[in-house]
């Protein structure tokens, strides 16, 4: 069952959970940004009409996503395993089906329990600004609060 405008299947199963029929596993990132052990794959994208991608990443056990900040916003909905998140200064346990905000030019970095993996989808903008890394000096300011100094990995 496809949509006969833009061959898009209607309904997508999932051979094993949290994996799709068809949609291959990516890489998190390629431009050297520092992560650990994170996946990514695209559920929904441009062609679905909405101006939206909706991506699922799954970070390993002691996995981190990259420190980074942009304009654009994220939408995330945790859906598998436990973890933490830093949004600006705060530091957040991540459970199934919370919700997380990231506002724009907000520091934010994802990690996952030692135990456990953390899967979340994160809706974006099609159109969108290239993440920042943070500069020495950005760093020196976020490791001011202790919080944060304990929580990121660069
Ligand atoms: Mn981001």
Do not use: N
């Not at 199963?13 to 799709?20: C, I, L, N």
């Not at 062609?47 to 996503?65: A, L, M």
């Not at 598998?80 to 990231?102: I, K, N, Q, S």
Request: charged share 25%; hydrophobic share 35%.
């Amino acid at each position: 069952m496809t949509d006969p405008e833009t061959s898009l299947p209607l309904h997508v199963g999932q051979p094993e959970p949290f994996r799709w029929e068809g949609i291959q596993e990516l890489t998190y990132k390629e431009d050297g940004s520092p992560f650990r052990d994170v996946t990514r794959r695209v559920l929904f994208d441009a062609g679905h009409g909405q101006g939206v991608q909706v991506r699922y990443f799954e970070v390993g056990p002691g996995g981190h996503t990259t420190l980074e900040r942009h304009e654009h916003t994220h939408s995330v909905i945790p859906i598998r395993g436990r973890g933490a998140c830093l949004v600006g200064t705060e530091v957040f346990a991540l459970e199934p089906h919370d919700l997380v905000h990231v506002p724009t030019w907000t520091w934010h970095q994802f990690r996952a329990d030692p135990d456990q993996p953390l899967g979340f989808l994160c809706t974006v903008t099609v159109e969108r600004d290239r993440p920042v890394l943070p500069t020495p000096r950005d760093l020196e300011l976020l490791r001011a609060d202790p919080l944060v100094d304990r929580f990121i990995r660069v």
